[in-house]
């Protein structure tokens, strides 16, 4: 996912003990212009990440709780089935607080909800905070933390680390990956470490989950090497000190601890293992249940992983209304295809429930991934079932969260749970769509309707993971290309304005390890596509003037630069040479370019350059912190826009009624705040048009108006789809 090298504003230097305490909704921004009331939506697609914990509430039927690793946390409304977002006021420097690494409720307080967030914990990323709130997250009151979270990181498909005590709700724990076990006894408003046996590791995983049984407290452990001699479970009866759980079970199958649930019928704590902590890189694994009245263990993995099939144990949910109801789930199972196991023996046997199961995607069709069905699921590591319903049971998956009412159909569950990390945004000015995106993990997608899913789902022919590239030829808009991530090819055009597609008839072979950005001239008649490799290495740029059947290396243009071709004469391409602070220029249709205006702000590969609609030469260069700059002789010279400070991305839409120049939308700063702004002015004047409680982190991918309705814009989120407002 993609990450900012930015960090929060506020973070706190000491120990934990020393956090602060913020109460939300914050202090709205101050802009240059009374703004307009905006109405703020989801372009809805469905899902599209990777669902890493579902929580029922033990006592409150209805009421549930979902975290995502980049996208936020959610709220399940049971009356209108949807889940509602629940942490979109985190702005700009809080990008890093998306990710949720875990979350908790207390079941003798039904409205109290914690989150413990943090998307990574690279020495790069912000320290990790907590939120609380009593109103089932409608409110926050926030801790900042000493320590740093990892919600997209390795095991971040493991269980809740964050927990209330089962002794006194004002008590919670929370377990890190490197810094060993925090407690609060002030329903978190201050956190100390507490005392834990095992030594956590700069690298590791730390404690992996904690879970009650009765009044005691076990916690997982992932830094251990499944030894007798390293413990990899904990327990404390007290709330003070801490053992190793006597008889577990050790070996490569039992590595790991991944999740654990607990049957309070039959006193039975049942645990999953795998040899890494996943979603990715696990090989083995095994279910072990523990008998707490007398500490005797007892394996009941299903089935055993071994020769092509290999895979781990994830997620695990105790049915609270029948003993001895469990479900498993198996993770990164790819021979095979993951599957739930489910068992009402304690785990004496175990039926599949894949192989009965029917699934109906029809309200997220991307699901069918370019083929003719779904399959049931991969990174399956959160799972539960309805303390109300024993037939309710949801599992989360690598992009959606399936849910079933009767065992054996299965639908996603997904309404209101937008997680699609956005790259690129086009908005047609004719044609059905009024929004075409290029996304990660889903390549692109034709938004026939902004209220449903689109119904050709992915953009295939070929399929892409995450694009690279989207663009669509001025003068004629039912020419679009796209570029992308895929095994099958890495470039495509449409003819019917990205409706259906075709792979380019040949590629570069540099194309399969470095797609990078595309463009295409005025008329579609010349493709210039860039190439840049997952780890910043540029390549030449290669140029196609028959619709992709050959290319050719342009040695002129600056490696690894954005090609932008101007939108009113097809001879004409232009890049900026982040390296060097340079716009480059082609009048020849992309053979040769060369440097124009010089000496503005370099190092740094997001600083992005748009051009003006109908304009030859009308040039906008956004710098992020450095500033707006524009030309309108085609980037001959640059004049810096004095009416904001800060400029990350740039678009156009509609004039307003009576203007001659289009309407301009962008995310930056005109004073204190980093928000989306609106200007009818030419840059003259800027409004913010987005409220403190719709900000979504990190933002700066890309933005961009309706060219059919003047105050429609669209806004490109990392990991909260795309929002589209308009004003009311």
Known sequence: MRTSGLSRRAVLAGTAAAAALTTVPFLPGRAQAAAPTYRWRTA???????????????????????????????????RHERWVPLIDHLGWDDWNLLGVEAMAVDPAHPDRLYLALGTYAQSWAGNGAVLRSDDRGATWTRTDLAVKLGANEDGRGCGERLLVDPRDSDTLWLGTRHDGLLKSTDRSATWQAASFPATPSATGQGVTFLVVVGRTVYAGWGDSDGTADEPNLYRTTDGTTWEPVPGRPTGTVARVPIRASYDCHTRELYVTYADAPGPNGQSAGSV??????????????????????????????????????????????????????????????????????????????????????????????????????SRHIVYGTGATLYGTRDLTHWAPQIRGLEETSVRQLLSPPAGEAHLISGNGDIGVV????????????????????????????????SYVVRAGWGDHGNGAHSNDGGQTWAPFEAQPAIAKDAPGPIAANADGSVLLWSFVHWDGTPYPTQRSADNGATWSEVTSFPKGATPVADPADPSVFYAFDTATGTLHASTDGGLTFAARAGGLNSGDREFQLAVAPGRSGDLWLSLKWNGLYRSTDGGATFSKVSSCWASYTLGFGRAAPGASYPALYMVGATESVTAVHHSDDEAGTWVRINDDRHQWGWIGAAVTGDPRIHGRVYLATNGRGVQYGEPV
């Open 44 to 78: 809805v697609i469905g899902g599209t990440g990777f669902v890493t914990g579902v929580l029922f509430h033990p006592s409150v039927r209805g009421l549930a709780y979902a975290r995502t690793d980049i996208g936020g946390a959610y709220r399940w409304d049971d």
């Open 288 to 389: 072990h249940k523990l008998r707490t009245t007398d500490g005797k263990w007892t394996e009941v993995t299903p089935v055993k992983p071994g020769g092509t099939d290999t895979f781990g144990y994830g997620g695990v949910a105790v049915d609270a209304r029948r003993p001895g109801t469990v479900v498993v789930s198996t993770n990164n199972r790819w021979a095979d295809i993951d599957t739930l196991y489910r068992t009402t023996d304690g785990g004496r046997t175990w039926t599949s429930l894949k192989d009965t199961a029917v699934l109906d995607v029809s309200e997220t069709p991307y699901l069918k991934w370019g083929e003719g069905k779904p399959k049931f699921g991969w990174w399956i590591q959160a799972v539960g079932i309805d303390p109300y319903d």
């Open 446 to 477: 034709y938004h026939e309707s902004l209220t449903a899913s689109p119904a050709r789902g992915m953009a295939t022919n070929p399929v892409f993971g995450s694009s690279t590239g989207l663009a669509q030829a001025a003068a004629r808009p």
